[in-house]
């Protein structure tokens, strides 16, 4: 069942947002040749404990870390680790959730390591870009999958491929909830958005082919072709007036990252 949350619920959910913003926010700064993504998790971890907020991923499902930091041709959910130093040239994904009050939050966004070839930056800019036109469809009356059909169409349009075997997701008071939302369909499909409707909307896109494997150590999931991959992400509501992206601050207008 599609939970629809109430001004007040998602109040709270905008409040964990805000912690997920800061984070992600501070992090992009971090980010450059010499950090490790152990680094990055110790930030993180400090950070969400100085805002009161319970990091999501650590420990759900027996995940390891705070963050999710992927690089390069690593999809999702690449682990943390003091090994993993950035280069000149890479590009990271960092996910990052947390709850506050028993309320969750969800974004990712994919950051430039120093200077990075053209073609990798037309793949950060395509990706956010297709967030931004599936934001855009999370209107009372639209349809789930116009929010999967924006992807998706942007994406290729642009000569990318869409990820298939993961997908955004409601969230509210579980990190996951109904519906799935896939990054690729028709659209005029599924549900009706009502108000109150909370979605995590990632694409995930490759710079080569859709197809993607999960490493030995059952979390990492990376390119089968070993092409580049960049991820965004926000939680957006439903609501009477457009789109509510609650992973932000209300002030903060244009482009989704």
């Not at 109430?6 to 109040?11: G, H, K, R």
């Not at 152990?38 to 963050?67: I, Q, T």
């Not at 028709?186 to 999960?214: C, D, F, Q, S, W």
Request: a negative charge; proline letters at 7%; aromatic letters at 6%.
């Amino acid at each position: 069942m599609i939970m629809c949350r109430s001004e007040a619920e998602l109040e709270k959910m905008h409040r964990a947002g805000l912690i997920v913003f800061d984070v992600l926010t501070t992090l992009r700064e971090m980010v450059r040749p010499g950090v490790t993504t152990m680094d990055l998790e110790k930030f993180a971890e400090r950070r969400s404990a100085e805002m009161g907020g319970r990091p999501a991923f650590k420990g759900y499902l027996g995940y390891p870390c705070v963050l999710c930091t992927s690089i390069n041709n690593e999809v999702v959910h690449g682990i943390p680790s003091p090994d993993r130093r950035l280069k000149e040239g890479d590009i990271l994904s960092i996910d990052y959730g947390v709850e506050l009050d028993g309320y969750y939050a969800d974004a990712a966004v994919t950051v430039p390591v120093g200077q990075i070839r053209p073609e990798v930056e037309a793949l950060l800019r395509v990706t956010r870009e297709s967030l931004d036109r599936a934001i855009d469809k999370v209107r009372p009356g639209n349809r789930l999958s116009d929010v999967s059909a924006a992807v998706q169409d942007w994406v290729e349009r642009h000569h990318f491929s869409v990820v298939r075997d993961f997908v955004g997701h409601g969230i509210g008071t579980k990190m996951h909830e109904e519906p799935q939302l896939p990054n690729y369909g028709e659209p005029g499909r599924g549900p009706k958005l009502e108000k109150g409707m909370v979605l995590a909307i990632e694409p995930m896109v490759n710079a080569g082919g859709p197809a993607v494997h999960v490493l030995p150590d059952k979390w990492t999931a990376v390119t089968m072709d070993g092409s580049m991959s960049a991820h965004f992400e926000h939680t957006v509501a439903v609501t009477s007036n457009g789109p509510w992206v609650l992973t932000r601050p209300r002030e903060v207008s244009g482009p989704s990252w």
